[in-house]
């Protein structure tokens, strides 16, 4: 049972270069959401998507854009990295009861 | 407006109680959760409360909830090593379930 499953692990940048992080689950939830988490100041939410077809932006969106390419997968590229966007990146699905699940993360270093 | 809050730290003897404190600013919030990160790993769910509720208890942990101050607090009881870790508060915004915004979150360490 993977859950939550997100791409790459980790990743080290140069500034400007673009990059896509990948995200899949398998629980056949309908909303799925992307945030980023950096010291002292929690998870901050990016971008979302209530269900196939649809995304949302968040607090934090610019410098990103998402696909919800079908109900299992949503993705988040960079297009021009900066390294304000060092950060660790958390996918996250949510089932009917409100739940969240969450992927391990991905450490981006943007140098 | 969207704010929640919570201190940085917190350290505590085994066995000890801790209590985590939260305050929120909207309202309109309809579920408040708690969600424990372990290192290295994402967050999982601890426990929640409907916003209707004052308080719900689960094994060691026990929530409160006070809507007028819009303060939730979390309550471990006997606490052990192994629940050290980051414990995030959140609360849902839409009631519907799409929005749910966190915390900066508290560490916790339990020492001997």
């Known amino acids: 049972n993977a859950g939550v499953t997100q791409t790459p692990k980790f990743q080290v940048l140069k500034t400007g270069q673009s990059m896509t992080l990948q995200c899949a689950q398998d629980?056949?939830?309908?909303?799925m959401y992307w945030y980023r988490q950096d010291p002292g100041m929690g998870l901050r939410l990016i971008y979302y998507?209530?269900?196939?077809?649809?995304?949302d932006k968040g607090e934090v969106p610019n410098g990103y854009n998402v696909s919800r390419l079908n109900k299992r997968e949503f993705s988040l590229r960079l297009e021009s990295a900066a390294p304000s966007q060092t950060s660790v990146y958390f996918c996250?699905?949510?089932?009917?009861?409100?739940?969240?699940?969450f992927g391990e993360g991905s450490r981006l270093t943007v140098l | 407006g969207e704010d929640v809050e919570q201190s940085l730290f917190l350290s505590v003897r085994e066995g000890d109680s801790s209590v985590i404190n939260c305050t929120y600013t909207?309202?309109?919030?309809?579920?408040l959760y708690w969600y424990k990160q372990e290192p290295g790993a994402g967050l999982q769910l601890l426990t929640y409360?409907?916003?209707?509720?004052d308080m719900k208890q689960d094994q060691r942990l026990t929530v409160l909830l006070n809507k007028k101050d819009k303060h939730l607090s979390l309550r471990i009881a006997d606490t052990q090593t192994g629940d050290s870790a980051i414990y995030f508060c959140?609360?849902?915004?839409?009631?519907?379930?799409?929005?749910?915004?966190f915390g900066a979150g508290t560490r916790l360490a339990v020492h001997p």
């Open positions: 996250a699905s949510r089932d009917g009861t409100g739940e969240l699940f």
């Open positions: 629980m056949n939830h309908n909303s």
């Open positions: 998507s209530a269900s196939e077809g649809t995304t």
């Open positions: 909207d309202s309109s919030s309809t579920y």
């Open positions: 409360i409907f916003s209707n509720m």
């Open positions: 959140a609360e849902d915004l839409s009631g519907g379930y799409n929005k749910l915004i």
